[in-house]
């Protein structure tokens, strides 16, 4: 069974922080997403990494995938009050529709 | 472009009872899976279909059941509720093929009491 462990689980900062949260798997994925949901809603796909050691930037957020594919990183920078919300990693499938979900990291940027 | 669209958006049920829930694809996607989603935790997969097969299947019990309508929206039927079912049910739609990326609906939230 593969598992995705995602740490902290909780985190809560200032506004104009930095943070990184983090996504771990003793198995290899052939894709990882992150995905922000917030309450009452669905996730929102973030972002798609194939390629080990794979750099994305997508504004003030920038995603890493491991060498080896097993680990994943979400480095915000500056965060803000809309940052506010639940980060999951997923580890893709290549028939798509079926991944695995870790169990968020909760963010809380104060104002 | 029309995201994917899940009815009803809340239900209550009591234990025994049956529900059925609702989802409509992005336009031009096949799959679609379905996920619960329970307060705290992330999205455990229940079932995936494609082109009207069932495709894949999580560890739920036989009363989780799903169909595939040829205008690739799914149903997804619970009976004999249970306490433990109440959830969030979230409904996603996928190209097959694709890198494992998955478009959520709003989700259908279900309290059985």
Do not use: M
Request: proline content about 4%; overall charge neutral; hydrophobic content about 30%.
């Amino acid at each position: 069974t593969q598992l995705l462990e995602q740490s902290p689980q909780f985190l809560s900062i200032q506004e104009g922080e930095n943070l990184t949260v983090y996504c771990n798997s003793s198995s290899v994925f052939s894709s990882l997403q992150w995905y922000r949901q917030e309450p009452g809603e669905g996730p929102v796909l973030l972002v798609t990494v194939v390629t080990g050691g794979e750099v994305k930037k997508l504004k003030r957020l920038t995603f890493q995938f491991g060498d080896a594919r097993k680990d994943s990183s979400l480095h915000i920078t500056a965060a803000q009050p809309g940052d506010t919300g639940l980060y999951l990693c997923a580890g893709g499938d290549t028939n798509a529709g079926k991944s695995t979900f870790g169990d968020g990291t909760t963010l809380t940027v104060k104002p | 472009d029309a995201g994917v669209t899940q009815s009803p958006t809340h239900l209550i049920k009591t234990r025994g009872q049956q529900v059925t829930l609702r989802c409509s694809p992005i336009s031009g996607h096949k799959s679609v899976s379905w996920y619960q989603q329970v307060l705290g935790q992330g999205p455990q997969f229940i079932f995936q279909y494609y082109e009207k097969e069932e495709r894949g299947r999580g560890n739920f019990p036989d009363r989780f059941s799903a169909r595939q309508f040829p205008n690739y929206s799914s149903e997804l039927n619970v009976n004999a509720l249970l306490l433990g079912d109440s959830a969030l049910y979230l409904c996603a739609s996928s190209l097959l093929g694709g890198t494992g990326e998955l478009f959520f609906g709003e989700g259908s939230r279900l309290t059985v009491l």
